[in-house]
């Protein structure tokens, strides 16, 4: 009987704050030009998870500008929970400010723009390194040459992203560029030996970024006969796993800003293989229609 009342609270529960959430959203009103800023969102800006380099930037951010003194405040979530909570927000056209960077289907799905950033707090466009542990151009040199040789741009790269955020297996999405996009297998694999089984470990940080460009690496090096595994992790324990020898490469380095603390701590340990994309970059994004909102100041100011 106590388990039937117990089951019967929560459930009430669970309804209440269902209800309680959705009358809170519909009271939520379209962004006003005409009206502060700051209150229309509760000072709020959206962010990812806390380890993720943009974070720290965000954190100097409220102090540099300042925004923390102005009443701002840096909200954790996840990066599924962001661009969910952004597309509710487009989709309505209320105000929000979210961590942004670039590659990502965001900028290719959402009307976004990037926020000017006058104190270069955020730092100016960053590359995406491959990153290997030492030894393994001796090891196995196969490998090492296709992830030397692989590099694509921010549009391609987007266009992986597209398919897994439609749904699509991210292992399905990157066997359908590869297979649409020859000539750049040829490239990344000119001159390199068959696997004939050896086996590769890729870490990489579960962004979508990330996710595209590490099952992309993967099914080339198992077209080429390699015998590939994936590990998805925090950002501080990929940087580790390369630097100790427990896994072979990762494609997620963003430097020379977001990734710039593990790069000077790691740099000794790690084989700093070079850029696999150009023109990252990272900030603060809003939606095109909050139009009198273009720099970082302007939160504060408008």
């Keep these: 009987m106590r388990k039937k009342t117990r089951y019967v609270l929560a459930t009430l529960t669970m309804f209440l704050m269902a209800t309680v959430l959705t009358a809170c959203s519909s009271l939520t009103s379209p962004y006003n030009p005409h009206k502060k800023l700051g209150p229309q969102i509760n000072y709020t800006i959206t962010g990812i998870d806390a380890g993720a380099g943009i974070m720290a930037s965000t954190q100097n951010a409220l102090k540099e500008y300042p925004l923390a003194q102005n009443k701002w405040q840096l909200q954790t979530s996840s990066t599924a929970a962001m661009t969910s909570t952004l597309a509710k927000a487009i989709k309505y056209k209320q105000p929000i400010v979210v961590t942004g960077w670039q590659p990502h289907w965001m900028f290719k799905k959402f009307p976004l723009k990037f926020l000017k950033d006058p104190k270069n707090v955020y730092g100016?466009?960053?590359?995406?390194?491959?990153?290997?542990?030492?030894?393994?151009?001796?090891?196995?040199?196969?490998?090492?040459?296709?992830?030397?040789?692989?590099?694509?741009?921010?549009?391609?790269?987007?266009?992986?992203?597209?398919?897994?955020?439609?749904?699509?297996?991210?292992?399905?999405?990157?066997?359908?560029f590869i297979k649409k996009n020859p000539k750049l297998y040829q490239e990344w694999t000119k001159g390199a030996p068959r696997g004939?089984?050896?086996?590769?470990?890729?870490?990489?940080?579960?962004?979508?970024?990330?996710?595209?460009?590490?099952?992309?690496?993967?099914?080339?090096?198992?077209?080429?006969?390699?015998?590939?595994?994936?590990?998805?992790?925090?950002?501080?324990?990929?940087?580790?796993?390369?630097?100790?020898?427990?896994?072979?490469?990762?494609?997620?380095?963003?430097?020379?800003?977001?990734?710039?603390?593990?790069?000077?701590?790691?740099?000794?340990?790690?084989?700093?293989?070079?850029?696999?994309?150009?023109?990252?970059?990272v900030g603060l994004a809003v939606p095109k229609y909050m139009k009198n909102i273009n720099s970082i100041e302007d939160l504060i100011n408008k």
């Excluded at 030492?134 to 992203?161: C, R």
């Excluded at 962004?207 to 992790?233: F, P």
């Design 196 to 281: 004939n089984g050896k086996a590769v470990k890729l870490t990489y940080v579960a962004w979508d970024s990330e996710i595209a460009s590490t099952n992309v690496m993967a099914e080339v090096l198992n077209k080429m006969g390699y015998k590939t595994t994936i590990q998805a992790l925090e950002m501080q324990p990929m940087w580790a796993s390369i630097a100790t020898n427990a896994a072979d490469a990762s494609l997620s380095a963003w430097l020379p800003n977001t990734a710039g603390l593990y790069m000077k701590q790691y740099k000794d340990k790690i084989d700093d293989v070079g850029p696999n994309l150009n023109g990252a970059k």
């Design 124 to 176: 100016s466009s960053e590359q995406i390194h491959t990153i290997a542990r030492k030894g393994l151009a001796k090891d196995n040199p196969g490998a090492y040459k296709i992830l030397k040789q692989f590099h694509w741009t921010p549009s391609e790269m987007s266009d992986v992203m597209l398919q897994t955020n439609a749904s699509v297996d991210p292992k399905v999405a990157a066997d359908n």
